[in-house]
């Protein structure tokens, strides 16, 4: 396999970082997923706009511009001739330099990304999954895709543990989001989400559902819900790159209604569905 980095590219053996990377040692850097759906990009260009904005917020100038990286993500495609359901990881660094916290004299980001295949999680898709509640621990910047995943690792592992799919997180009951993807809840046929304030990071998925509920004429709230409603609700779901949409039937021990998927995520999923045929067409 081809990796890209910010030299050009090369061959995944090829590509090694020093001890003394920004990345490795401070996390100090913003990355991307993409999704490819038969080997074509989903939603590339609302991905590298989220990337120059995450770079940004941390004051790090990326030095070359979005459509020379869109030319180089599409020859790395080509040569890895990616042709099944994959995805693009994509990270950005403040460089590799002798240890020190405050920024480095010279701008020399690193870059890399590989294209690695996945499959759709259809299993999940269609029968949903369980979720536990976990405490929002993280700082106050989750709008920027940062590399600093700590909280998030260790939400996740808890998750796994007790047998769930996702970490639901909340501040003093306030849901925010999951450990790795936005939550969404459906109550008398209106759908509600946390608004993109800086506690959570704005989905790309999740810009996406606010698009089709306005095209099918769903009410979208972009309102903060808490844990106690989470388990009146007559549907949840939740969105990522990876996961798409993918109902919540459980809560802890709370069974969300029936333990079956609902119709407004079913209509979500399709609508979904569609936007990505048509992606991948042209
Ligand atoms: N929130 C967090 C904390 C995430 O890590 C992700 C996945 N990157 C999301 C939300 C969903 O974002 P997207 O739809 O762009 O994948």
Request: aromatic content about 10%; glycine content about 6%.
């Amino acid at each position: 396999p081809y990796v890209l980095t910010d030299r050009g590219i090369f061959r995944y053996e090829q590509v090694t970082y020093p001890m003394e990377e920004r990345g490795l040692q401070f996390g100090d850097g913003v990355y991307e997923v993409v999704r490819l759906y038969r080997g074509t990009y989903v939603w590339l260009r609302e991905h590298l706009d989220r990337l120059y904005r995450s770079a940004a917020a941390i004051r790090l100038s990326v030095p070359f511009g979005c459509e020379e990286l869109i030319e180089q993500l599409e020859e790395l495609r080509r040569l890895n001739d990616v042709q099944e359901d994959a995805i693009l990881y994509l990270q950005m660094t403040r460089g590799s330099f002798p240890r020190n916290h405050a920024f480095p004299a010279e701008n020399r980001p690193n870059l890399y990304a590989y294209i690695q295949p996945m499959a759709r999680k259809t299993e999940e898709m269609t029968h949903g999954v369980r979720t536990i509640l976990t405490k929002d621990v993280r700082w106050e910047y989750c709008y920027i895709k940062s590399l600093n995943l700590l909280p998030n690792v260790l939400a996740k592992q808890e998750a796994v543990e007790r047998g769930a799919f996702e970490a639901i997180l909340h501040r003093d009951g306030v849901v925010t989001e999951g450990s790795s993807s936005n939550i969404f809840l459906v109550k008398n046929e209106t759908v509600y989400t946390h608004p993109a304030t800086a506690r959570i990071l704005n989905g790309i998925v999740r810009t996406k559902v606010k698009q089709f509920c306005a095209e099918l004429g769903i009410p979208f709230v972009e309102e903060a819900f808490s844990t106690n409603d989470l388990r009146e609700a007559d549907e949840l779901f939740l969105t990522s790159t990876t996961s798409a949409i993918i109902p919540i039937i459980q809560v802890d021990e709370t069974v969300i209604r029936s333990g079956a998927p609902g119709a407004v995520t079913k209509a979500l999923q399709a609508a979904y569905r569609q936007a990505t045929q048509r992606e991948t067409q042209n």
